[in-house]
């Protein structure tokens, strides 16, 4: 069998990324919460916001560590497999990269340190302030990695001469069309993952009556923020899907499963989309609601898939259904926040086992409609790496095999599956540990720690050097 190197390509990023794309969804609305824990702390002096703000930081430390190594290599997948993607899109993915690393992550990695290491070493005052700027650090990140794949989807600003893209203006280029809307929709959906997990951790500890005070407290902050961004992840949503039927047609062709061009189309909930013979088989679906949706018209014309060549077809059914997945999961985002509002009243949202039992499933949630998502973007715009300027096949490395490809493909799952199985054990300890361990301070002077996972590291040890573990809260 002959091995097709552009597949397999494709497959290998596609994996690293959806793997990389979890944790960074994650750290970005940690870190935000971290900030509010600590300005909590900072005004109030309560100690339980310390308490949590200790434990959310430890777990951040790992997440992040997980993050920055699943990461790294991927921007080295552009020399390897997709050089001619590199060499033509260099005079402005280049600096845009670049002022990634500047901005952001050297911001990160400077503050990150004190965060981590600093409560009992500097001021209150500069432990907020390197919250802060930890947090400020994740959404300059996103800014810039959204802008430039924002530009790939819709490009603006550039023109292709000589098979080189040229920059004709930096601010079409990095404000293209669809960035303001991925950008407050990846934000949304970054809070939406931390608030979830943070509920769901809450809610198992609630259950075992474990520090039901400072967990309780957590709960509820999730609960009012879910209550108010999962709907408006909504309506955010809305804005981005008439941005991308105004600019990227085939793909919304593709999410509704729509192959002719057509009014009063329908919604379709179930169907089985057939793109050879480019038809749907078994289609259930509420009449003229997509239109509605897509135009808010209810005889409004949606474009069909024939309407471009096969070949330029992306693949129909995995949009399809991502699509469907991610929007599912974001109505069940939205009834869990109302259930939790109905609950305030007698304050069962705390009480209620199996409230609290759902919530505990729902953290998983958030990561399944971000990378569901990510599939119907990335997805969607095939045949085109830059849309409608430059195809995949264009953009692989000429001289790559597939002999090459598929030993590299082997070699990422292998590390990827190594790191994310001592990511998760770490995490699973800091997890196990909860919040008690917070008590056990090292000393400044004998247990100081030299490295980022040491963080975490320090408490197991200490944890493990006593018997019994003092417990408080609900035993």
């Known amino acids: ?15 690293v990324v959806s793997f990389h794309a979890i944790f960074p969804v ?198 009012w923020l879910l209550l108010i961004l999962a709907p408006t992840q909504l309506v955010v949503g809305d804005f981005h899907g008439l941005n991308t039927l105004e600019h990227q047609p085939t793909k919304v062709a593709a999410m509704e499963g729509n192959w002719e061009t057509s009014r009063n189309v329908p919604l379709l909930l179930f169907a089985i989309p057939d793109q050879e013979n ?24 949606i474009p069909g898939l024939k309407e471009v060549a096969v070949e330029e077809q992306p693949p129909v059914a995995i949009v399809f259904w991502s699509f469907r997945i991610m ?11 109302l259930t939790g509002l109905a609950l305030r009243f007698g304050d069962r949202y705390w009480r209620s086992r199996w409230f609290l039992q759902s919530m505990r499933f729902m953290s998983v949630a958030p990561f399944i409609a971000v990378l569901t998502g990510w599939f119907v973007t990335e997805v969607g715009r095939a045949p085109w790496l830059v849309y409608g300027m430059m195809t995949q096949a264009e953009a692989v490395t000429p001289s790559l095999t597939g002999g090459m490809a598929l030993f590299t493909l082997i070699g990422y799952v292998v590390v990827y599956s190594l790191v994310f199985t001592a990511g998760v054990y770490y995490l699973m300890r800091v997890l196990y540990e909860g919040m008690e361990s917070s008590q056990h301070e090292p000393d400044i002077q004998s247990e100081r720690p030299k490295r980022p996972m040491s963080a975490a590291h320090t408490k197991f040890e200490l944890h493990d050097s006593n018997e019994q573990p003092t417990k408080q809260g609900g035993h």
């Open 26 to 223: 994650f750290t970005i609305g940690l870190a935000s919460y971290i900030a509010v824990l600590e300005g909590l702390a900072f005004k109030t002096k309560n100690p339980v916001w310390v308490k949590l703000s200790s434990f959310w930081t430890t777990v951040f430390a790992v997440v992040f560590g997980m993050g920055v190594v699943s990461g790294i290599v991927m921007s080295f997948q552009f020399g390897t497999n997709w050089s001619n993607f590199s060499q033509a899109s260099a005079n402005f993915l280049g600096p845009m990269l670049s002022y990634e690393v500047i901005t952001a992550f050297f911001l990160e990695a400077a503050f990150l340190g004190v965060l981590l290491f600093g409560r009992d070493r500097v001021p209150p005052g500069v432990h907020l302030f390197a919250a802060i700027m930890v947090a400020t650090g994740t959404f300059i990140s996103s800014f810039w990695i959204l802008s430039a794949n924002s530009w790939m989807q819709t490009p603006a600003g550039t023109e292709l001469r000589d098979g080189i893209f040229h920059v004709t203006s930096w601010s079409e280029a990095i404000f293209n069309p669809s960035f303001q809307f991925r950008f407050a929709h990846k934000v949304i959906a970054s809070f939406l993952t931390g608030g979830f997990v943070v509920a769901g951790v809450s809610a198992w500890y609630l259950l075992k009556g474990r520090e039901v005070e400072a967990n309780r407290k957590a709960l509820s902050m999730c609960l």
């Open 327 to 337: 929007v599912g999961l974001g109505m069940l985002m939205i009834l869990c926040a």
């Open 278 to 301: 480019q038809r749907n088989l078994y289609e259930i679906g509420i009449p003229g609601l997509a239109s509605l949706i897509l135009t808010h018209e209810w005889d409004g014309e």
């Open 1 to 15: 069998m002959e091995l097709d190197p552009l597949i397999l390509s494709r497959i290998q990023f596609a994996f």
